[in-house]
């Protein structure tokens, strides 16, 4: 069983980044419950759609232009001042999302598996 280690940050912002391409669809920021640190939907997270910071779409670019897949979601914890890399997925959830991001970033989902 392969396992990833890496340390606890605290307080961290938590940004789900949808990008198709090079090109950005939307965020979803997710947020923990009290007394909890994990900010999953699946998990009882709460999540919202944002505008990340700049440095975040960035760098979510730079990555997506480099995937040879056209859609990805891009994880990223923000806490302090610091940002760092979570995650990449290809078929990250995007049911937290609004109804007018949801359908941009389902469309793009569901083209990319055809």
Known sequence: MDYLIQPFIADARDYRVYMEGGRYL????RVAPEKCYLASISQSGKGRAITPPDDIIKMSTQI??????????????????KTWFSEIESGGGFSGLPEKERKVVAKSFFLSKR
Request: charged share 25%; net charge negative; with cysteine.
């Open 26 to 29: 939307a965020c979803l920021e």
């Open 64 to 81: 997506a232009e480099k995937m040879t897949t056209g859609y990805i979601c891009i994880d990223w914890l923000v806490s302090k001042g």
